[in-house]
């Protein structure tokens, strides 16, 4: 055990602060070019028409930062350090409702519930600036030790810690007069910051020698120091386990330490170069933010299993949770905003996935199966084709009676023959199944399918109502009734993937986006100036079962040449 004199701090090549972050920051854009893309459950889509969205955005000024919330008060603090402030965020309605002058460069904060003071540490200052938070007027500002980086509150002794990267060390701040009572040395510069108020255990990470140290907050002394993975950075403690939770943000891991033991318990996967951890001791989660690919991963406190990866937007930074409403605010700098993460509601069937991502919250299935939740191969007359439109109907496979959204239902399918198979178009005529079927003919035979001669269209999208029945899968209007086909309620939208019918049909290349790449394949494969391939089948645009100068026009006119739209989610 440590006894409060720590060892010699390791030499270091000194850099101006803000280069320090740049150097920091384009070292973790570097390894994205190395790394894998995040495992984990995707979202199910299990959000109702009309309701609140899983995620929302709130714009921000230039290069927010670090984020605390009051969850008295239900405020949120983001520090904005491009414009040396801070901005003020009402949870209830999301909206700014305040912009508070601070130091230079505010980087980490912390609120103190039981004064309803707000700690802002100004990095390029040397200080800690105490805000009011009933007034947003600021009440003080605190010298404190070189490049304060992060800050941490302990309500049982109502102190603060903030830690200093370039003195390498803790100031200890009293939290009843504001002042500066105390400082403990490390060994190497210090990172973030948590600590359980229950075993009164303060742990820093140390981004530099990847490893994490352990106080106690009692007595103010070194207990122990813990090696954890590739560059720790996000510290976030769950009182319910006593576990700690680590983002090696040098890595695609979350370090999980043992707070009975003082020992790693176990490394978690998730997506790559998780830079900040929060946890919902309410709802036993952990958020673990994955900067380099847009994504915040969910974990189960119990199991320690990822439940669920939330996409978010560029450049997920700091995070933090709101134990009363269970919100998750993600500060992501290169967009300059803040993305809310809903209330992920309970677990229903017992599966670890959250029913607000579960693919089917009413029957467990922690694998969220979904076999057409991706792009689906058409029928074997078409080897290596790819539909346009990918079938994502956002269900799982436990609760979906009609797996290939081609409007016949799994038990009047056959895996191994036709008819019919547990394809779109078991033939590869470009005719879904269940519209041949109803329209009366045979789905096995690709020499036999529905002819489109009518020219409704009735949601106005450039495609005729039969060409989306018969190859698109797609509706042609709210509460369609087509022979064969499944009702939906949105014209749109049809599978409820986030991303509209028109630009998944001119989608030919796979990019969920309907722009000029896409027009132009189809142009030139049209007028011969590519060779043909066994793609041509989805550039046939009004599936007539021939390329003409008809497909390159409805290609032209839906894509973003014509339509102002924006850019679709990624398949995954």
């Not at 043992?258 to 919902?280: F, R």
């Not at 269940?434 to 489109?452: F, H, I, L, Q, R």
């Not at 009734?481 to 290349?509: F, H, K, L, Q, R």
């Amino acid at each position: 055990m440590y006894q409060g004199t720590a060892q010699p701090a390791e030499e270091a090549t000194v850099f101006p602060k803000r280069t320090l972050l740049l150097v920091t920051a384009i070292s973790i854009a570097a390894a994205l070019i190395v790394s894998g893309a995040p495992p984990g459950v995707r979202p199910g889509g299990n959000i109702a028409a009309g309701s609140e969205p899983l995620v929302t955005t709130i714009p921000l000024g230039n290069t927010p930062s670090g984020v605390a919330v009051n969850p008295l008060t239900n405020r949120v603090y983001v520090g904005i350090a491009g414009e040396n402030s801070v901005a003020v965020i009402d949870g209830t309605t999301d909206a700014v409702v305040a912009t508070i002058p601070v130091g230079a460069y505010p980087e980490g904060l912390a609120v103190n519930t039981a004064t309803n003071h707000i700690y802002v540490n100004n990095y390029d200052a040397d200080s800690v600036t105490v805000i009011d938070g009933a007034t947003d007027a600021v009440l003080s500002t605190i010298p404190v030790g070189d490049a304060p980086f992060r800050i941490g509150y302990n309500p049982t002794t109502n102190r603060l810690y903030v830690t200093n990267r370039f003195s390498v060390d803790l100031t200890v701040i009293d939290g009843a007069t504001d002042t500066v009572v105390g400082n403990i040395p490390l060994a190497s510069a210090p990172e973030d910051i948590d600590i359980n108020p229950l075993t009164n255990r303060i742990y820093v990470s140390h981004c530099g020698t990847d490893n994490v140290t352990v106080i106690n907050g009692a007595t103010e002394q070194i207990v122990t120091v813990i090696p954890a993975g590739s560059h720790p950075h996000g510290v976030a403690v769950n009182t319910n386990t006593n576990r700690v939770y680590i983002g090696n943000s040098g890595a695609n891991t979350v370090s999980v330490i043992d707070g009975a033991t003082d020992t790693e318990a176990l490394k978690i996967t998730v997506g790559a170069h998780p830079h900040g951890t929060a946890v919902s001791n309410a709802a036993n989660r952990v958020y673990a933010s994955s900067y380099s690919y847009g994504y915040v991963s969910i974990i189960d406190g119990t199991t320690d299993a990822v439940a669920a990866t939330i996409p978010v937007g560029d450049c997920p930074y700091s995070v933090e949770v709101n134990p009363i409403t269970n919100r998750a605010y993600v500060v992501r700098p290169c967009s300059n905003a803040v993305s809310v993460i809903k209330d992920l509601g309970g677990d229903a069937d017992a599966d670890v996935v959250p029913d607000a991502v579960d693919n089917c919250p009413s029957v467990g299935n922690p694998d969220q199966a979904n076999v057409d939740g991706q792009r689906q191969p058409n029928g074997s007359q078409v080897d290596g084709e790819w539909a346009s439109n990918p079938a994502q109907d956002g269900l799982g496979d436990v609760c979906d009676s009609d797996n290939d959204n081609d409007g016949l239902p799994d038990s009047s399918e056959y895996e191994a023959s036709c008819p019919y198979r547990l394809v779109a178009d078991s033939d590869g005529d470009r005719a879904l199944d269940g519209y041949e079927a109803a329209m009366g003919s045979d789905p096995c035979n690709a020499a036999s399918k529905p002819v489109c001669t009518g020219t409704t269209d009735s949601d106005g999208d450039g495609f005729t109502d039969c060409m989306e029945h018969s190859g698109y899968n797609t509706c042609a209007f709210a509460g369609d009734t087509a022979p064969g086909y499944t009702t939906c309620a949105s014209p749109t939208d049809s599978d409820g993937d986030g991303c509209p019918d028109w630009i998944e049909i001119v989608d030919v290349n796979g990019d969920r986006k309907a722009d000029m790449n896409d027009a132009m394949y189809v142009a030139k494969r049209v007028f011969n100036l590519i060779p043909a391939s066994d793609s041509d089948p989805v550039l046939d645009m009004d599936k007539n079962g021939r390329l003409g100068i008809s497909d390159a026009f409805l290609a032209a006119k839906n894509s973003n040449l014509v339509r102002s739209h924006s850019t679709c989610p990624s398949d995954g």
